[in-house]
C-alpha cells in the first residue's frame, strides 16, 4: 500500500467517523469508467455507477443476440473495478475478468459475463442481479444499467467512406462506432427514448456528486445524455456535476479532437446541461484559456491536475485520480458533513 493510498483511507476514515462521506454517482463505461470508480472507491464509501448498455461487441454481443439480454461487458468491468485490494476483492476481479480460451463456442466468453446473464435469469430482475453479484464480490460501490433494454448506439459520420469526405453516413452499432473512419457529427440511441432504470434516475437526484466521463465520448459518456428520463435529472439534480475528461483522443471516435471540442460536442447533445467543474490532465491540455472559457459556457471552471499515469500511458492513474477527485469534491463541495 502506498502513502498516498494510506493518506487517502486515513481521509475516508475521518469522514466515516463524522457521517460525513459524499454520496457519488459515475457515469460512463468500458475503461474509462472502470478508472474512475477505481479512484473514486478510494475516497469514498457510497459510490454508484450508471453504466451504459449499447454494446454490441465481443462476448456481451454474442450474448445479447443469442439470449436477447442487455450487454454485460460494461457491467462486468463496472464491478470489477469496484473491487477491493485485498485478496478476496483481487481474487474476483481476475475471475470475473477471466476469459475462456478454446475451440469451441465459450471461446472469448468473460467468467463475468456469464454469472450476470445466468443470475438475470434466475432472478429476472438486472437490479437484483447485480447487486447479487455485488455482494458476492464485495464490491465497494453499486452497480446499475442506464436503462433495462438493449440499445443500437447509430452515429452520422462525415467522411466516412474516404472516397466522399463530405458525405454523411449512418453508422451503426457501439463496436463500429468507436472505431468508424470519418468525423462523427453526432450519436443518437434506438430506441430513441428509452427508459431510465429507476433506481438510476434516484441515485442521481439522490448525489451530492455526479462525475460523468472519462470514456470514449461519443460511444460510453454521451449515451447517457440520450435517455431523456436520466439527462432531467443531470439537469436537475442539487448535486454537484464534475466532468472528466480523457487524457488523448480515441483513434477513429475523436481523432484529432482538442479538449474544448469534447465539451462543445457535449454541449450540443445536452445543451441544458451544466456543470460545475471540468477535471483535466495539465498535461493533456495545450491550449487552457480555450478550455476554461469552454468550461464556462457549460457553468463551470477547469481544474488541473496529473491523473495520468507515470509510465507515459494514456491511462488515469487511480491514486493520483482519487487525490484529484478528493481536492475536487473538498473544495468545491460543502464544508462539514455532506449531509
Known amino acids: 500500500m502506498t502513502i498516498r493510498t494510506r493518506r487517502l483511507r486515513r481521509l475516508v476514515g475521518s469522514r466515516t467517523s463524522r457521517g460525513a462521506q ?24 457510497d459510490l454508484t455507477a450508471v453504466v451504459t448498455v449499447a454494446d454490441d461487441g465481443g462476448s456481451s454481443g454474442r450474448l445479447r443476440d443469442e439470449l436477447d439480454v442487455l450487454p454485460p461487458g460494461d457491467l462486468r468491468k463496472a464491478l470489477a473495478a469496484l473491487c477491493g485490494d485485498d485478496d478476496w476483492g483481487q481474487t474476483w476481479a481476475r475471475v470475473i475478468q477471466h476469459r475462456f480460451i478454446s475451440e469451441g463456442e465459450l471461446h472469448g466468453h468473460a467468467v463475468g459475463n456469464l454469472l450476470i446473464v445466468a443470475l438475470w435469469e434466475q432472478l429476472g430482475d438486472h437490479v437484483k442481479a447485480l447487486d447479487l453479484v455485488g455482494k458476492l464480490l464485495g464490491a465497494h460501490g453499486r452497480v446499475l444499467p442506464m436503462s433495462a433494454v438493449p440499445l443500437e448506439l447509430q452515429a452520422f459520420v462525415r467522411g466516412h467512406d474516404p472516397g466522399r469526405p463530405d458525405e454523411v453516413t449512418t453508422v451503426r452499432g457501439q463496436a463500429t462506432v468507436a472505431l468508424t473512419p470519418g468525423e462523427v457529427q453526432s450519436v443518437h440511441l434506438v430506441p430513441h427514448d428509452p427508459p431510465a432504470v429507476p433506481e438510476a434516475v434516484e441515485a442521481v437526484l439522490d448525489a451530492d456528486w455526479v462525475v460523468l466521463g472519462p470514456g470514449s465520448w461519443f460511444s460510453s459518456v454521451i449515451p447517457h445524455l440520450l435517455v431523456p428520463e436520466l439527462l432531467e435529472a443531470l439537469t436537475e439534480t442539487k448535486a454537484r456535476r464534475v466532468l472528466s475528461l480523457n487524457l488523448a483522443p480515441q483513434p477513429g471516435e475523436t481523432d484529432g479532437f482538442s479538449p474544448q ?7 450540443r447533445h445536452a445543451p441544458k446541461l ?30 488541473l491536475a496529473p491523473v495520468a499515469r507515470p509510465d507515459g500511458s494514456p491511462k488515469h492513474d487511480p491514486e493520483l485520480l482519487a487525490a484529484a477527485y478528493d481536492r475536487i469534491f473538498r473544495m468545491h463541495g460543502r464544508i462539514g458533513p455532506w449531509r
Do not use: N, W
Not at 477505481?38 to 464509501?45: F, H, S, V, W, Y
Not at 471540442?261 to 454541449?267: P, T
Not at 456543470?275 to 463551470?300: E, I, M, N, T, Y
Open 22 to 45: 459524499p454520496k457519488v454517482v459515475a457515469l460512463g463505461g468500458g475503461m474509462g469508467l472502470s478508472a474512475s470508480l477505481a479512484a473514486l472507491r478510494r475516497i469514498t464509501g
Open 261 to 267: 471540442r469534447h465539451l462543445e460536442v457535449l454541449a
Open 274 to 303: 451544466a456543470f460545475d467543474v471540468v477535471l483535466a490532465d495539465q498535461a493533456a491540455v495545450p491550449d487552457q484559456g480555450s478550455l476554461c472559457d469552454a468550461a464556462k459556457r457549460l457553468g463551470g471552471t477547469v481544474e
